[in-house]
């Protein structure tokens, strides 16, 4: 059964940081591509940052210099750390991974950066 589960996310200020992780199981994690994205009510579901099974990173203009994505295939997992958070990062981040037609979502996790 394919899973993925993100965790991490919560309520920070503005400045802060969050590091968010997705554990994944049921298909072979170090082939697919791991992606972030996020959605806010009432918009697109937007691709935040990609990591390749080669270890490649694509950002987002929004989030270069603050995000970075990491991926440890040995215990099948991806990281997002987010750095000098803002109140427009303020999102449902999910997990996404992709292999060839295969396509996989986690359940998502809320990020609300408030003061």
């Known amino acids: 059964q394919v899973q993925l589960v993100e965790s991490g996310g919560g309520l920070v200020q503005p400045g802060g940081s969050l590091r968010l992780s997705c554990a994944a199981s049921g298909f072979t994690f170090s082939s697919y591509v791991m992606n972030w994205y996020r959605q806010v009510p009432g918009k697109e579901r937007e691709l935040v940052a990609r990591?390749?099974?080669?270890?490649?990173?694509t950002y987002a203009d929004s989030v270069k210099g603050r995000f970075t994505i990491s991926r440890d295939n040995a215990k099948n997992a991806v990281y997002l750390q987010m750095n000098s958070l803002k109140p427009e990062d303020t999102a449902v981040y999910y997990c996404?991974?992709?292999?060839?037609?295969?396509?996989?979502w986690g359940q998502g996790t809320q990020v609300t950066v408030s003061s």
């Open positions: 996404n991974a992709i292999w060839r037609l295969m396509i996989h």
């Open positions: 990591i390749t099974s080669g270890g490649v990173t």
